[in-house]
Nanobody, 120 residues
Framework: QVQLVESGGGLVQAGDSLRLSCVASGRTLSSYVMGWFRQAPGKEREFVAATGWSGIYYAESVKGRFTISRDNAKNTVYLQMNSLKPEDTAVYFC???????????????WGQGTQVTVSS
């Protein structure tokens, strides 16, 4: 079982940047597709980005602003978020998948999340 811990969230203004990190322990991340999801208050958890053997893909709402990357040597996946908007406010989660995809059900292990708040 892999354990995931996210960090890097915070309160920023619209247009600012943040970089989220997700550190894994227990298993090496190199064998997984890694994804980022987010959940705003009162909304369903939604896909943000993923990286794996099939490539890198993003939700349309973040394409061109967010960049997902991984450092397998550090067992860490990152989410660089630029040009942040108030609608990006959410708790951000990283997760592992053995099959990839953008559906929550395709992901097994989850971190506890990190809060990102973007003020206008």
């Amino acid at each position: 079982q892999v354990q995931l811990v996210e960090s890097g969230g915070g309160l920023v203004q619209a247009g600012d940047s943040l970089r989220l990190s997700c550190v894994a322990s227990g298993r090496t991340l190199s064998s997984y597709v890694m994804g980022w999801f987010r959940q705003a208050p009162g909304k369903e958890r939604e896909f943000v980005a993923a990286t794996g053997w099939s490539g890198i893909y993003y939700a349309e709402s973040v394409k061109g602003r967010f960049t997902i990357s991984r450092d397998n040597a550090k067992n860490t996946v990152y989410l660089q978020m630029n040009s942040l908007k108030p609608e990006d406010t959410a708790v951000y989660f990283c997760a592992t998948s053995q099959i990839g995809g953008s559906a929550r059900i395709q992901y097994g292990s989850w971190g506890q999340g990190t809060q990102v708040t973007v003020s206008s």
